[in-house]
């Protein structure tokens, strides 16, 4: 992983994912801004956003990690849904 902080990209790239070859860019905070071009006298619309890159592997297990982890929480909540759902009807 590397992060790389705020950057300046283009409209295209101004996506929340991009799944490259063997690598994988995350974008979050993406804002349009209003840049000054001092040589053609006007303003200028970029984007900017901040990117985490991760190798193609690395994001896989992040996300099976991160989808163990849902599974885990999913199955918890549901457990407790069936004691409040008991507790009701035995009232």
């Known amino acids: 992983m590397k992060d790389m902080g705020i950057i300046g ?8 994912l991009i799944i490259g070859k063997d690598t994988v860019y995350v974008h979050t905070d993406i804002q349009e ?3 000054d071009d001092e040589f053609l006298g006007t303003d200028q619309v970029a984007y ?29 909540t549901q457990l407790a849904l069936c004691d409040v759902f008991e507790m009701v009807v035995m009232m």
């Open 48 to 76: 900017q956003c901040h990117e985490v890159q991760y190798g193609k592997d690395e994001y896989i297990q992040m996300m099976a990690e991160k989808n163990s982890e849902l599974e885990s929480q999913l199955t918890e």
């Open 33 to 35: 801004i209003t840049v």
């Open 9 to 16: 990209c283009s409209k295209e790239q101004a996506v929340p």
